[in-house]
């Protein structure tokens, strides 16, 4: 498996491999991409495409949204993914940068 693969979420891009909102979206499901020329990221955008396919069909066909539309709501129609990844993205350490520790208490 690989992370290197595109979103399907047209309102997320990928900088760095974190998801990065886009600013002007065209609101179309995409189609996952690999990031690179490998047998794993093409594995890997295969298996997203087919999950989300597969999964728009049993959404389609599903009772809760049968019951949904019946009740004037909207259906659920697909899965949408982001941010495939196959470890922690690196990040820099706060103090190693700017000197100082941070606390957050919520």
Do not use: W
Not at 7 to 18: E, I, M, W
Not at 49 to 63: G, Y
């Amino acid at each position: 498996m690989s992370g290197e693969i595109t979103n399907t979420d047209p309102a997320y891009g990928r900088v760095k491999g974190l998801g990065v909102a886009m600013p002007e979206a065209e609101m179309i499901p995409k189609r996952c991409e690999p990031l690179e020329e490998s047998k794993a990221a093409r594995v890997s955008a295969d298996l997203v495409n087919e999950f989300v396919e597969k999964s728009r069909q049993v959404l389609e066909r599903h009772e809760i949204n049968r019951r949904r539309v019946a009740d004037g709501k909207l259906a659920a129609n697909i899965i949408l993914t982001r941010d495939a990844g196959v470890g922690l993205p690196r990040l820099f350490s706060i103090k190693e940068k700017y000197g100082v520790d941070f606390v957050c208490l919520a």
